[in-house]
């Protein structure tokens, strides 16, 4: 088994950045939750890798949670609409390109919905989009 999370998740930060404009990061340990001029932006978490299929040929199926994050607004519209950009991306396997290595296969869309959490700071209105990348290893 090859660890394939790095290269989605490259290939996954630069085609959320291009679909939404909005800042994309994997760790929010450089984030100051005070500072609105931060929001909105997507957060990339919950990766998960597991391995299919015979010893001579090796498929993953990684699951990431994308949060669409927004603070303080009035309006879901922005929100349903960043979202909907996210889940265009994953209309066709080919939306993310990945090195020689490996290839996506299939993608598959597990569940999309929003929440709202009151914080000292705000409100944040966060859609979750959790998606199932089938990954080839062509190595």
Known sequence: MRNCKGEVLTALV???KTATGMKVR?????FDTSDNTAYPYIHI?????TENGPKNY????????INVVYKD?????ALYTA????????????SLTLTNNFK???TIL?????TEIKTDTGTLNIGLIRIIFTIEDKG
Not at 26 to 30: Q, W
Not at 45 to 49: A, G, H, K
Not at 58 to 65: K, N, R
Not at 110 to 114: A, E, G, H, L, Q
């Open 73 to 77: 607004i009035t309006d879901l519209g």
């Open 83 to 94: 979202q909907n950009s996210v889940l265009g991306l994953f209309n066709i396997p080919e």
């Open 45 to 49: 978490s919950d990766v998960y890798q």
């Open 104 to 106: 996506v296969q299939e």
């Open 26 to 30: 994997t760790k929010l340990n450089d």
């Open 58 to 65: 090796h498929s993953y199926d990684l699951e990431v949670l």
């Open 14 to 16: 630069a085609a959320l």
């Open 110 to 114: 597990v569940s999309s919905t929003d």
